[in-house]
Structure formats: C-alpha cells, structure tokens
C-alpha cells in the first residue's frame, strides 16, 4: 500500500534552529533516502518551494483566476514529502519517525487511495 508523508514546515520552527540543526536535518534526508530506497519502500520524493511562490487557481479553462498563493494562511504548510510503498499504516509511521527533524517539523502520513500516471498506476494498490 502507498502511503504520502507529508512534512510539515513551520517557519517559526525551522528559523528557531541552529544552522548546525539545520544542516543536520537537511544532510540527514539523503540517508533516509538511501535506507527507504534500499528496503525497496521508496517510491518518489520531492521538497516544496515556499508558499509565497504559489498561485491559486478558481473556476474553470476560460474563466479561471488566477491570485498568489498560498491557498490558506497557516503557520505550518507542505514543505515536501516522501512517497512510499510498504505493508501498512504501522510501517509508514515507523518510516515517517525516522526522517530527520520529526522532533520539531511533524510529519502527516496518510493513505493513497488512487494512482495514475508517470508510471506509478503500475505499481501494486490496495
């Protein structure tokens, strides 16, 4: 089963670091990504530009708006996410405690119920 882990940002938190605890967090994702990759439990991977680079999008082709983002004022946002492939919700949590930082940046994991494109459809689903 796929399972998103999202981590959550939160600007307050992050600048409240040492830049050694940062860098720490940071250098830390890499092994994670090894680990994940080598147990055969990555899928994919990506880190999120901030919201304040974000557009909003309403209504429909034709009539759309168009405004900045971020779509909703919060203190934490999407910072990125990992992807994964593994035998159940106990496992993706066991897999989110060990990204580096969940101490101070939450990480949200939940369920794929649908997968289409990139190839990713061809993977096994619940």
Known sequence: M????????????????????????AGGQEAFMETITATGEMVGTHALADPSQSAVV????????VT???????KEYMGGFYLV???GMERACELAAMIPGTDRLPVEVRP????????????PTP
């Open 2 to 25: 796929k399972y998103l882990l999202v981590i959550q940002m939160n600007p307050q938190t992050w600048e409240s670091l040492s830049e050694a605890e940062r860098d720490e967090i």
């Open 112 to 123: 794929v119920v649908f997968t289409a494109g990139y190839g990713l459809d061809l993977l």
């Open 85 to 87: 492939d593994c035998e």
């Open 68 to 74: 900045d983002g971020p779509f909703l004022e919060a």
């Open 58 to 65: 309403r209504g429909r082709p034709g009539a759309a708006t």
